[in-house]
């Protein structure tokens, strides 16, 4: 019980920023006959119950494949692209409606003690996809394989207006009456780009972007992308990959690549600081970063005018220089626009929070939260148990943050000697 409370109280603030944003949930065939579709299922569920308007996008290619093999009929690619004739649309259209129906069934449950009750949940799709032929490609025709022409957006927006989950199929309708079939990564990140989604989730059999050595790769920018597809040629993993790099391309802030196979898979990458597959995100105005040596004369301009308000203990440009290691900073452009520290104290397993700092013109972004964040990183790294913060001006801020009020008589003895009773700092704690 106490791992649950706990979990759930890191997972507040995620549980803030994610209310009333737009998702858009990408699940490939293969992710739909996994034993753990279930267990995806109930945590788009709860995803829509915190308030997120969801877009869900399936796949269909291992069904298409069965409805082929069933009637004899064998399957033709080209480009990694299937080549979708008469015979071929017709177990499209059978694979894709029997899927749709399916998801739609299992949205709608409610059955009692189970995940899925009271859900009452409303599940809306149709028409909202338009389509073109791909045509004629290196003397290859593709028949009634398409691509992503227009996504509607003010229809999908009004139907997420009015709480509805909206299911998106790799179908698509011509404004001629024809019918498409289309990749279910490029209906997902089109739907992404032109919905300005807040975030396109991929759902992959790996727990994200694998690299050489069998690690799994936490963070990139898109920039780093190509790269990484020389090295994966056209394997699945690496259209997973190239799908999150082009919608960050086309402002979509935030892409993630996350297994259906693993249980809580999409509820960890979500909620959880570390979270549990690959991000691929926009580069950022700003960074923050483990300080350097060229950072002394920016903390100093950053932190002098605190310290002549009292707000901070002088430090001097020797001092910045010789623990410039334990600083961390965010920086914008190239000017350090805040700052945090951590000191680790002697013969104890804690450390202490010191020297946190926001440039005025740049408070109430949440950098100081990113800061502090940091450091509570760090701490664990090096295997401290506790966090100390001695502050004179600050106090709710800190109490606000989980640290609760503290002691001389708590602060390990080779930071207790050091303390200046004259400056009569508050002194909070808190447990990693």
């Given at each position: 019980m106490p791992e649950y409370v706990n979990w759930l109280r890191h997972a507040s603030p995620y549980i803030n920023a994610h209310r009333d944003c737009t998702f858009v949930v990408m699940l490939p065939g293969d992710g739909v006959e996994h034993p753990n579709f279930g267990n995806i299922v109930h945590d788009l569920v709860l995803l829509h119950s915190l308030g997120v308007r969801l877009v869900l996008v399936h796949g269909s290619r291992p069904q298409i494949e069965t409805r082929l093999a069933a009637r004899g009929l064998t399957p033709h690619y080209h480009h990694g692209m299937r080549i979708t004739d008469a015979a071929t649309l017709e177990c499209v259209i059978d694979a894709v409606g029997q899927l749709r129906i399916a998801i739609e069934a299992r949205l709608s449950m409610d059955m009692a003690s189970s995940p899925m009750q009271g859900s009452r949940l409303r599940v809306a799709s149709g028409n909202l996809v338009t389509a073109r032929p791909?045509?004629?490609?290196?003397?290859?025709d593709y028949h009634h394989t398409g691509e992503v022409r227009r996504v509607d957006r003010k229809g999908i927006n009004r139907l997420l207006d009015e709480r509805s989950i909206v299911l998106l199929s790799p179908l698509g309708y011509s404004p001629t009456g024809e019918i498409f079939n289309l990749a279910c990564e490029d209906v997902a990140t089109r739907a992404a780009i032109d919905l300005g989604a807040d975030k396109l989730l991929l759902f992959g059999a790996d727990l994200g972007l694998i690299d050489e050595n069998g690690r799994l790769v936490r963070e990139l920018r898109p920039q780093q992308v190509p790269a990484h597809l020389l090295r994966l040629g056209s394997n699945y993993q690496g259209e997973l990959l190239d799908a999150a790099a082009e919608a960050c391309r086309g402002g979509v802030a935030r892409s993630h690549i996350v297994s259906y196979a693993e249980d809580g898979a999409l509820l960890t990458e979500l909620f959880t600081r570390d979270g549990g597959g690959t991000l691929v995100a926009q580069e950022q105005f700003e960074i923050v970063r483990e300080a350097a040596i060229e950072d002394v004369g920016g903390l100093l301009?950053?932190?002098?005018?605190?310290?002549e308000q009292g707000i901070l203990v002088r430090r001097s440009r020797e001092v910045l220089e010789r623990e410039i290691e334990q600083f961390s900073v965010v920086e914008r452009e190239?000017?350090?626009?805040?700052c945090a520290a951590l000191y680790q104290i002697a013969d104890s397993d804690a450390g202490?929070?010191?020297?946190?700092?926001?440039n005025p013109e740049y408070r109430h972004g949440g950098r100081g939260d990113e800061l502090l964040e940091r450091i509570e990183?760090?701490?664990?790294?090096?295997?401290?148990?506790?966090?100390?913060?001695?502050t004179t001006r600050t106090a709710h801020w800190f109490r606000e943050r989980g640290f609760v009020p503290s002691s001389v008589d708590r602060l390990p003895s080779a930071r207790a000697s050091l303390y200046n009773y004259q400056r009569n700092s508050k002194i909070f704690e808190k447990t990693l």
């Open positions: 791909i045509g004629v490609l290196e003397g290859v301009d950053l932190i002098s005018p605190l310290e190239g000017m350090i626009i805040a202490e929070l010191a020297c946190l700092a926001v990183t760090r701490a664990r790294e090096q295997g401290l148990k506790t966090l100390f913060v001695l």
